[in-house]
């Protein structure tokens, strides 16, 4: 490319910037070093999300309660850790499109997938099978296997996997509604991302949550890689439960706590069977300890433990940025971003890698190498570059709405413009 329409370009990406209205978002972040000492091109918000300037003052206030109040900080006015996970109600619903007492901040996301399988995956009869995605990210392929092999079932034979066809890289929703309904009265369970993790591809939540209960199955997801990401509306489109861990967009901290989502419908019935703990005990008995577990009603009476103060202080910090932008204006960004990234990606010559993630997808696009992608993967990261790279062949690349910007795209497809030409 000639230096005149790469000064061109750079000065497009930075006139993209100067008009949108997020761009002052990416100041409230640390931004990692590259290389060169100056600010790297992160791309790995969809693995690990960058941390708000906030969050230290957020954990520093209260490690200071703790220090000040001891134990009495659970009743403290102002600190309040007694009921502390009720603070993010309605931040949690309204990034999922939940009711408030839908979405509960606890545990880590294969914890509450666990959990939710305990109330939510209960074989009997014929109906004992559950279907995955092919290639579902492993923690949730050891958890349905193990939740299966707990029930006395062999996973190979109760565990369905639906998969692309063969030479394409993402899943039709047909293939999945005619899956669904060629095991329909085997079917126990459905379990999908909301966003591949691979691909990139967002699934089509409420048309998969219909036909499933079609069938008379439960519908779960498992929302890592959507929350934070893509506009959703659990209660509306019916989805029995959810979980997401709150590290990857949320940008609450590696190990971050997670969250877990129960359609109304069953947070209410406290017959449903599931593992109790203390915590999700009724509030105004879960100190006097009675000795019947009396479930809180709402996704909250599935808590176990009382509640990891620190990480969801760090949490709290990120979700007050989500609040203030909101996921409309960021999911917005979030097109134009990702728009603009595979019209310059469109534009390399050289046949050094295809873009796999379909057109249903949020900020994330997957790259899959033609030849050499760990090598090309160790270059990017060499230039300053900090994507993930998944064998065989994928590297992902995710430029987030709040904290990247134009040019941070620009400088990323630079950069791999110029790898292509020298043919590597
Ligand atoms: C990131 C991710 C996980 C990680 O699980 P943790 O319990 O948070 O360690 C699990 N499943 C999917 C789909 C993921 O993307």
Request: glycine letters at 12%.
């Given at each position: 490319?000639?230096?005149?329409?790469?000064?061109?370009?750079?000065?497009?990406?930075?006139?993209?910037?100067?008009?949108?209205?997020?761009?002052?978002?990416?100041?409230?972040?640390?931004?990692?070093?590259?290389?060169?000492?100056?600010?790297?091109?992160?791309?790995?918000?969809?693995?690990?999300?960058?941390?708000?300037?906030?969050?230290?003052?957020?954990?520093?206030?209260?490690?200071?309660?703790?220090?000040?109040?001891?134990?009495?900080?659970?009743?403290?006015?102002?600190?309040?850790?007694?009921?502390?996970?009720?603070?993010?109600?309605?931040?949690?619903?309204?990034?999922?499109?939940?009711?408030?007492?839908?979405?509960?901040?606890?545990?880590?996301?294969?914890?509450?997938?666990?959990?939710?399988?305990?109330?939510?995956?209960?074989?009997?009869?014929?109906?004992?099978?559950?279907?995955?995605?092919?290639?579902?990210?492993?923690?949730?392929?050891?958890?349905?296997?193990?939740?299966?092999?707990?029930?006395?079932?062999?996973?190979?034979?109760?565990?369905?996997?639906?998969?692309?066809?063969?030479?394409?890289?993402?899943?039709?929703?047909?293939?999945?509604?005619?899956?669904?309904?060629?095991?329909?009265?085997?079917?126990?369970?459905?379990?999908?991302?909301?966003?591949?993790?691979?691909?990139?591809?967002?699934?089509?939540?409420?048309?998969?949550?219909?036909?499933?209960?079609?069938?008379?199955?439960?519908?779960?997801?498992?929302?890592?890689?959507?929350?934070?990401?893509?506009?959703?509306?659990?209660?509306?489109?019916?989805?029995?439960?959810?979980?997401?861990?709150?590290?990857?967009?949320?940008?609450?901290?590696?190990?971050?706590?997670?969250?877990?989502?129960?359609?109304?419908?069953?947070?209410?019935?406290?017959?449903?069977?599931?593992?109790?703990?203390?915590?999700?005990?009724?509030?105004?008995?879960?100190?006097?300890?009675?000795?019947?577990?009396?479930?809180?009603?709402?996704?909250?009476?599935?808590?176990?433990?009382?509640?990891?103060?620190?990480?969801?202080?760090?949490?709290?910090?990120?979700?007050?940025?989500?609040?203030?932008?909101?996921?409309?204006?960021?999911?917005?960004?979030?097109?134009?971003?990702?728009?603009?990234?595979?019209?310059?990606?469109?534009?390399?010559?050289?046949?050094?890698?295809?873009?796999?993630?379909?057109?249903?997808?949020?900020?994330?696009?997957?790259?899959?190498?033609?030849?050499?992608?760990?090598?090309?993967?160790?270059?990017?990261?060499?230039?300053?570059?900090?994507?993930?790279?998944?064998?065989?062949?994928?590297?992902?690349?995710?430029?987030?709405?709040?904290?990247?910007?134009?040019?941070?795209?620009?400088?990323?497809?630079?950069?791999?413009?110029g790898f292509a030409a020298e043919g590597v």
């Amino acid at each position: 490319m000639s230096e005149e329409s790469r000064s061109g370009g750079l000065a497009r990406a930075r006139a993209l910037d100067a008009a949108d209205p997020l761009a002052r978002y990416r100041d409230q972040f640390h931004i990692p070093s590259g290389p060169d000492g100056g600010p790297c091109i992160y791309l790995c918000g969809n693995s690990l999300g960058l941390q708000p300037r906030a969050t230290a003052a957020r954990v520093q206030a209260e490690l200071a309660a703790w220090a000040r109040l001891g134990v009495e900080g659970h009743f403290a006015e102002g600190v309040g850790w007694f009921d502390y996970h009720e603070r993010f109600r309605d931040s949690t619903a309204a990034l999922v499109g939940a009711l408030p007492g839908e979405v509960v901040v606890m545990n880590a996301l294969t914890v509450n997938l666990h959990l939710l399988m305990v109330s939510f995956y209960r074989p009997s009869g014929r109906r004992r099978k559950v279907m995955i995605e092919r290639g579902a990210f492993p923690s949730d392929r050891y958890a349905v296997a193990s939740q299966a092999s707990f029930h006395g079932l062999e996973p190979s034979e109760v565990v369905i996997e639906v998969g692309p066809r063969a030479g394409e890289d993402v899943l039709r929703t047909e293939d999945i509604l005619a899956a669904i309904a060629a095991h329909g009265p085997e079917l126990a369970l459905v379990l999908f991302g909301g966003v591949n993790f691979y691909s990139g591809q967002v699934l089509e939540v409420g048309v998969i949550t219909a036909a499933g209960h079609a069938q008379g199955a439960v519908v779960g997801f498992d929302l890592a890689h959507a929350a934070g990401n893509v506009r959703l509306s659990l209660h509306d489109d019916g989805v029995d439960f959810a979980a997401f861990c709150t590290y990857k967009y949320l940008n609450a901290g590696p190990g971050g706590v997670g969250c877990a989502f129960v359609h109304t419908r069953h947070g209410s019935s406290p017959e449903l069977p599931r593992f109790a703990g203390w915590w999700g005990n009724a509030p105004a008995t879960r100190f006097g300890m009675p000795e019947a577990f009396v479930p809180q009603s709402g996704a909250a009476g599935w808590q176990l433990s009382n509640a990891p103060i620190l990480p969801m202080a760090a949490l709290s910090a990120s979700l007050d940025l989500f609040s203030e932008a909101g996921m409309e204006a960021l999911c917005a960004k979030s097109a134009k971003l990702t728009g603009y990234m595979q019209e310059l990606l469109d534009g390399i010559e050289g046949g050094l890698f295809e873009v796999i993630t379909p057109a249903s997808r949020g900020c994330q696009l997957s790259l899959r190498v033609v030849e050499g992608a760990a090598g090309l993967h160790q270059r990017l990261s060499a230039a300053g570059v900090v994507c993930d790279f998944r064998r065989p062949d994928v590297i992902r690349v995710a430029p987030v709405p709040l904290y990247n910007s134009f040019e941070d795209v620009w400088c990323f497809c630079d950069i791999i413009a110029g790898f292509a030409a020298e043919g590597v």
